[in-house]
């Protein structure tokens, strides 16, 4: 469907919308990065300092090494709860402005645990900060701890638990994230069966640098209820009806899709492909400190390079509410507001 003949194009940033595919140290400013990184006295590399987007290509090993070298410097920085709550609040005040009335942020505790004190003193500083942050911005936000299938997965085991004692106070579901390549899916299955039996959601990354098998692996193996990414199910008209007909949602991220290679240019990120096949999406921004791009951005691509609709900008938003664990009456009063944004 193209562009309605004859309107003005609505404001994308007034149009409510969930963000769900938001990586922790991944959603920092890159002025926060600059200061936090002076004073802990930590050197950034030119690519985290010239202020554009580093030059990145994940689609080889060499590629992904220097992508997550540079996530780990960024992730270096954050050393305090001060550093925490900064973050949090930055990320919910970045949402706030782009449209964001519900923002899910991902993020691995054992990451920062060597500074904060453990994995349990992490997470409930990230808790605070959560509250915190959502109380005065007024995003509403909950928190997705996610396993890293480059570690053991007793590891993941031990995360899947910890999300579940905390799935009262913030943790809404539980992800696996970094190369899809490595390692199988099935090796994290008995972590995901935890966590679903905390009834947490199943949200682990596939389809992205790996192919259609890797989503029908997160399904088969690990039940997810959501796809981080998801897009190279394109790839597999098989695999779009059985997402379509089970409902579930890809978290689709398309500049970063194209800042790490997986596709050339906007264009050729196949959001059409699964709209078309019925297959819902919720779009993210993923890591905005390296790919340059927040969420807003994802729905200008949406419109500019898709040539989407408002009304399916508007369907595009619902789609993402409705893949959200946000409580129900926060849920009802944004698509409510989904609605009036997309009225005549």
């Excluded at 349990?120 to 299938?149: C, F, K, Q, Y």
């Excluded at 999300?163 to 199988?184: K, P, T």
């Excluded at 039996?197 to 199943?202: I, V």
């Excluded at 264009?267 to 390296?290: F, I, N, Q």
């Amino acid at each position: 469907m193209a562009r309605e003949v004859g309107t003005t194009a609505r404001e994308i940033r007034e149009l409510p919308k969930a963000h769900l595919h938001l990586h922790f140290t991944g959603s920092m400013r890159p002025a926060t990065l600059l200061e936090l990184a002076d004073r802990h006295g930590v050197h950034l590399p030119e690519a985290l300092t010239s202020g554009e987007p580093p030059k990145l290509r994940a689609t080889d090993e060499r590629g992904w090494f220097r992508f997550q070298r540079l996530y780990d410097i960024a992730r270096s920085c954050l050393r305090t709860p001060e550093d925490i709550q900064r973050l949090v609040r930055e990320a919910a005040e970045e949402d706030a402005a782009d449209g964001s009335g519900w923002l899910e942020i991902q993020v691995d505790p054992t990451s920062y645990a060597p500074r904060l004190g453990g994995l349990i003193p992490t997470l409930e500083i990230i808790l605070d900060a959560v509250r915190t942050a959502s109380r005065d911005t007024g995003v509403g936000m909950a928190v997705i701890v996610a396993a890293n299938r480059m570690k053991h997965p007793l590891d993941a085991r031990t995360l899947a638990r910890l999300a579940v004692r905390y799935a009262d106070q913030g943790v809404i579901g539980f992800g696996l994230s970094n190369d899809e390549r490595r390692g199988l899916a099935r090796d994290f299955d008995r972590a995901f069966a935890i966590a679903r039996d905390g009834g947490l959601l199943a949200a682990p990354h596939g389809g992205e640098l790996a192919g259609p098998s890797s989503v029908r692996d997160c399904l088969d193996d690990l039940h997810a209820q959501r796809v981080g990414h998801g897009v190279r199910a394109a790839e597999d008209p098989y695999l779009l009806r059985r997402l379509a007909d089970s409902g579930v949602t890809c978290e689709v991220c398309p500049a970063s899709n194209v800042a790490l290679g997986v596709y050339d240019k906007p264009e050729d990120v196949p959001l059409r492909t699964l709209w078309d096949a019925g297959v819902p999406m919720a779009l993210g921004a993923d890591d905005p400190l390296l790919f340059g791009a927040r969420l807003a951005a994802q729905y200008e691509i949406a419109r500019d390079s898709h040539g989407f609709s408002d009304l399916e900008l508007a369907e595009l938003a619902r789609q993402s509410v409705r893949a959200s664990r946000a409580p129900q009456e926060v849920r009802d009063r944004m698509l409510a507001d989904i609605a009036a944004w997309a009225a005549p």
